[in-house]
């Protein structure tokens, strides 16, 4: 009777045991006592990532509780069609072949219990982790800063190299790693089908180089259970992008602690980093762009200074560091870098070069002539000082230009664009 009832005891574990291991969600929960919260693998298939499109029909890959991790892969483009080996030709027929969605492969919609429209997604970024490869390519007489000026295409391969955090442009020249999600964000307010291209108040690609380990992102919530995907993972980038891409990799690890906050609300992202708020502006028209980022940088620093409006417009122009995320996928975005000390300095903007950077300048009544100007002036100056092909030029500015935004009033509106000397190396 005693072995009977032992085997029956027995049987029973052994079936909830079955039960919990045929429970895809249960197989995604590990112990991982170092983050906050339950933390859940999500790996990066076919069942998984989505390519080139935002749909808020899409079920969700995992559902998770506010204050839970999720521990994510990503993929390269085009459900990791775009890897080493495949030329620019083979790019350019995927794009053109597949209208009206991105390139890019995102994993998710990642679905977080009790999140309701008018809250706010907290998303912080715990670690990132690449592949070793990543690419740049510039599709010949299309889309980019400048394709009527470059017909011809070209793809770049890149080791990442995980020891010295560099990837070797060429010999002798070095670019800094600095990984980041290019795409991070929530389901748009209204349902349908979303190219994942341009970015907007959800969030989404919005290029902000910023978004490294250790810094957080807020969302506004604009659906039930908020929907959170991430993808268009960077290896580097520079600001404006100008060629249409930044050093793009997949990530092998993208560690998220997600947690809902009730009883505020957002109208556009924010970012938190250790020394600084990052407000954000985005619209089809670069002009209108920075009218959306005023109003939030304002609206950030009567929030958190306790500022006047006019007080909060005078730090701005002084003491806010502005600069152009990018200029390439359709909705064009700018965003503000405000110091959390009380004691800012005041933002510096060189107009022509420096001991440690190239420098060129425009300006213009029109924000995106004086961009245009700036930056293609900078791809000459490369091509002059530096001896670079135009193609090459065109490249290295995507991942390394830092264009920043200076003086914008209703009758000129000034960017200053720069390249860290350091790319260059001193033969051994």
């Known amino acids: 009777m005693k072995r009977l009832l032992v085997a029956t005891v027995l049987s029973a574990a052994g079936a909830a045991a079955l039960s919990q291991g045929d429970d895809p969600a249960q197989l995604r929960q590990v112990p991982a006592s170092s983050f906050p919260g339950r933390t859940h693998l999500l790996p990066a298939t076919e069942q998984t990532v989505q390519w080139g499109w935002f749909d808020n029909e899409e079920p969700p890959v995992l559902t998770i509780r506010s204050g839970d991790t999720v521990v994510m892969e990503t993929m390269m483009h085009s459900h990791n069609q775009i890897v080493p080996g495949v030329t620019i030709d083979e790019i350019r027929a995927l794009r053109l072949n597949n209208p009206g969605r991105g390139p890019h492969s995102v994993t998710g919609p990642i679905y977080v219990d009790k999140a309701q429209p008018g809250d706010i997604l907290k998303v912080r970024i715990n670690r990132i982790v690449p592949r070793a490869y990543g690419v740049n390519f510039n599709l010949p007489g299309m889309l980019g800063q400048f394709p009527d000026r470059f017909p011809e295409g070209q793809v770049r391969y890149f080791y990442l190299d995980p020891v010295r955090k560099v990837a070797e442009f060429a010999p002798g020249i070095e670019i800094p790693l600095a990984p980041f999600p290019g795409i991070l964000g929530v389901a748009h307010a209204e349902p349908g089908k979303y190219s994942t291209v341009p970015p907007g108040p959800f969030g989404g690609n919005m290029d902000i180089r910023e978004l490294v380990e250790g810094t957080t992102a807020y969302f506004p919530v604009f659906v039930e259970g908020a929907l959170l995907w991430s993808g268009d993972s960077h290896a580097a980038q520079g600001n404006g992008e100008v060629n249409l891409t930044a050093i793009e990799t997949a990530f092998k690890e993208l560690s998220l602690t997600v947690e809902v906050i009730k009883g505020r609300s957002l109208t556009w992202p924010r970012i938190e980093t250790r020394t600084h708020w990052i407000t954000m502006g985005a619209d089809p028209d670069l002009n209108r762009a920075v009218d959306v980022l005023r109003?939030?940088?304002?609206?950030?620093?009567?929030?958190?200074?306790?500022?006047?409006?006019?007080?909060?417009?005078?730090?701005?122009?002084?003491?806010s560091d502005c600069r152009v995320a990018e200029v390439v996928n359709q909705s064009k975005l700018v965003y503000c870098m405000n110091a959390k000390a009380l004691e800012a300095k005041p933002v510096w903007r060189p107009a022509q070069e420096t001991p440690r950077s190239f420098v060129t300048a425009a300006a213009d009544q029109d924000l995106q002539a004086a961009m245009d100007a700036a930056s293609f002036a900078m791809i000459e100056m490369l091509e002059e000082k530096k001896g670079m092909s135009r193609l090459d030029a065109y490249s290295l500015s995507s991942l390394t230009m830092d264009c920043q935004l200076g003086d914008i009033t209703a009758e000129t509106k000034r960017v200053h664009c720069l390249v860290p000397k350091s790319l260059w190396k001193k033969k051994r």
């Not at 958190?304 to 730090?315: D, F, P, T, Y």
């Open 295 to 319: 109003a939030e940088t304002i609206k950030l620093l009567v929030e958190v200074r306790g500022a006047s409006h006019l007080e909060a417009e005078a730090w701005m122009r002084r003491f």
